[in-house]
């Protein structure tokens, strides 16, 4: 059985930082694409960023571009984002994702979830 755990979400101030870390377990993780999404109230989910399964290409929403930091540890089977420089939008619901596919800049299909950790970011 496939699971995802997210933690360290949180409450924060503008301009502060944050990393989330994603554990997972029943499956062969380094074989694995992993993502990082998120959900605001009231709108859809969307990918903030992903790492291919060697860890060498990652791809980055622009609205993070220069601030979130995705990374593996594969010998830790954990993901990461780092997140500096937070913003009142970025505050969501912050899913971890697995098992996609990371082809040509794109990451896409995810295959399993977390069950999301809340970052509110206040002004």
């Known amino acids: 059985q496939v699971q995802l755990v997210e933690s360290g979400g949180g409450l924060v101030q503008a301009g502060g930082s944050l990393r989330l870390s994603c554990a997972a377990s029943g499956l062969t993780f380094s074989t694995n694409a992993f993502g990082w999404y998120r959900q605001a109230p009231g709108k859809q989910r969307e990918l903030v960023a992903a790492i291919s399964s060697g860890g060498s290409f990652t791809k980055y929403q622009d609205s993070v571009k220069g601030r979130f930091t995705i990374s593996r540890d594969n010998a830790k089977n954990t993901v990461y984002l780092q997140m500096n420089v937070l913003k009142p939008e970025d505050t969501a619901v912050y899913y971890c994702?697995?098992?996609?596919?990371?082809?040509?800049?794109?990451?896409?299909?995810?295959?399993?979830w977390g069950q999301g950790t809340q970052v509110t970011v206040s002004s």
């Open positions: 994702s697995g098992g996609g596919v990371f082809n040509g800049g794109r990451y896409y299909s995810s295959t399993y």
